[in-house]
């Protein structure tokens, strides 16, 4: 299956998922870290790269943010637009590796969980850095290879789940090796699917405050040279 056609089918499942309550726990802390990392302000405009149905993309014009997302999948960003109609947002459908946009366009870049379907990933990151403006936060997070959770999508891509046999699981090394620059990474989600929310929230504290580095969801931060 092209890449592109990837989650054609997915706009409205993936939506519901992110609804129940462990998927609602999952996308508090990963917006949490994206928003601390990315610190989206009033007046910028941010580019959010495989922007999907838009779901993270709410925490950014909370905060005034201008925002241009960019899905490669037309139902995907259609869910987007819908989504996003009656705010400063503005979609189109476009590939990560050769972003229509000029040099320096955007105060700030971020692609959540999108460059785990791009096997280029330093010329994914160094079109992010493109973009983003001298001294701009790029913001780029992906699936942890060193999370249990990566184990078990390995193992259903062996079984012939089509979505998992696409993904590349990068560890913090691997992902910060794709950048031109070092930069801060961030972990979160370290508890298991099946959590009770209760338990998930006391795994997630423990998992935060030692600062571990296996969590799901993984992270990172690199600032453009002014």
């Given at each position: 299956m092209a890449p592109e056609h990837i989650f054609d089918s997915w706009p409205k499942r993936y939506d519901e998922w992110f609804a129940t309550p462990i998927g609602s726990l999952v996308k508090e802390y990963e917006s949490e870290v994206m928003q601390d990392l990315l610190?989206?302000?009033?007046g910028e405009c941010i580019l959010d790269a495989g922007c999907g149905t838009g779901l993270f993309t709410g925490d950014l014009l909370a905060a005034g943010a201008r925002v241009v997302g960019l899905e490669i999948s037309r139902p995907m960003l259609c869910a987007a637009l819908v989504k996003w109609k009656e705010k400063p947002f503005q979609g189109?459908?476009?590939?990560?590796?050769?972003?229509p946009f000029?040099?320096?366009?955007?105060?700030?870049?971020?692609?959540?969980?999108?460059?785990?379907?791009?096997?280029?990933?330093?010329?994914?990151?160094?079109?992010?850095?493109?973009?983003?403006a001298p001294?701009?936060?790029?913001?780029?997070?992906?699936?942890n290879s060193r999370s249990p959770w990566a184990e078990r999508r390995k193992a259903?891509?062996?079984?012939?789940?089509?979505?998992?046999?696409q993904m590349i699981f990068r560890s913090p090394e691997?992902?910060?090796?794709?950048?031109?620059v070092s930069g801060e990474l961030r972990s979160a989600i370290h508890f298991h699917k099946q959590e009770q929310?209760?338990?998930?929230?006391?795994?997630?504290?423990?998992?935060?405050?030692?600062?571990?580095?296996?969590?799901?969801?993984?992270?990172?931060?690199?600032?453009?040279?002014?």
């Open positions: 610190q989206p302000a009033s189109l459908q476009g590939n990560m590796l050769k972003l000029a040099d320096d366009s955007f105060d700030k870049v971020v692609s959540m969980t999108a460059i785990e379907f791009i096997n280029e990933g330093r010329q994914a990151v160094r079109e992010l850095f493109r973009v983003a001294g701009g936060a790029v913001v780029v997070s992906t699936l259903k891509a062996r079984d012939g789940d089509r979505i998992f046999q691997e992902l910060d090796a794709l950048a031109p929310p209760e338990r998930a929230r006391s795994l997630e504290r423990q998992g935060s405050d030692l600062k571990l580095m296996t969590g799901a969801f993984l992270a990172a931060r690199w600032f453009k040279d002014s």
